[in-house]
């Protein structure tokens, strides 16, 4: 079993920034993938980034260039590091854990909101 919490969000003016941290826990040896997805209301929820244990980044079209995603794991942890956000950036961020028997963890979510 993995568990992992976000922090991080917030209210934030556009143009503004965040980072969001995950922390993972439980059996974090397993863990292949990490990553952000977003759900804002009355919408489905859509990958924002990803990032594997090599490293390898994935990025929605939609934050390429404003949001960075890192990984630290030593400390089994993804940071989202957001920039020049908008108010269509308004969501709830879930992280993800992928592992390696290819079962995905969530958490519960951290509400960012971006409005002046």
């Known amino acids: 079993q993995v568990q992992v919490a976000e922090s991080g969000g917030g209210l934030v003016q556009p143009g503004g920034s965040l980072r969001l941290s995950c922390v993972g826990s439980?059996?974090?040896?397993?863990?292949?993938?990490m990553g952000w997805h977003r759900q804002a209301p009355g919408k489905e929820r859509e990958l924002v980034a990803t990032?594997?244990?090599?490293?390898?980044?994935n990025y929605a079209d939609s934050v390429k260039g404003r949001f960075t995603i890192s990984r630290d794991n030593a400390r089994s942890t993804v940071y989202l590091q957001m920039s020049s956000l908008k108010p269509e950036d308004t969501a709830i961020y879930y992280c993800s854990a992928f592992t390696r028997i290819g079962t995905t963890y969530w958490g519960r979510g951290t509400q960012v909101t971006v409005s002046s």
């Open positions: 439980g059996s974090v040896s397993t863990i292949k993938n």
């Open positions: 990032i594997t244990n090599r490293d390898e980044i």
